[in-house]
């Protein structure tokens, strides 16, 4: 049974920084290019960023680029976002994704094949 469980969400100011993390188990992580998604109240999941299966290639959405920073660990089954610079419009629920066959459409919700429950962040002003 594939399991992916998203932990470091919370309560933070506006300018503070967070990582997220999300561990994977029940499949070949390695295998698997990840995302970073999130979901604000009202709006739909939209994409934050992406990490290629041997961590060799990033992509981000351009309202996080500069500030986050996804990466991940093969030997610990984990996928991480440092998220600096956190703004209120940063606020969601946050979910990790795994991706098996690429089908070329990264940002959409559909591209990828298993997700985690989410974890909440909210920032303050």
């Known amino acids: 049974q594939v399991q992916l469980v998203e932990s470091g969400g919370g309560l933070v100011q506006a300018g503070d920084s967070l990582r997220l993390s999300c561990t994977a188990s029940?499949?070949?992580?390695?295998?698997?290019?990840m995302g970073w998604f999130r979901q604000a109240p009202g709006k739909e999941r939209e994409f934050v960023a992406r990490?290629?299966?041997?961590?060799?290639?990033?992509y981000y959405a351009d309202s996080v680029k500069g500030r986050f920073t996804i990466s991940r660990d093969n030997a610990k089954n984990t996928v991480y976002l440092q998220m600096n610079s956190l703004k209120p419009e940063d606020t969601a629920v946050y979910y990790c994704a795994a991706d098996l066959y690429f089908r070329g459409y990264y940002r959409l919700v559909s591209e990828y094949d298993y997700w985690g429950q989410g974890t909440q962040l909210t920032v303050s002003p």
């Open positions: 029940g499949l070949t992580f390695s295998s698997y290019s």
């Open positions: 990490i290629s299966r041997t961590g060799d290639s990033t």
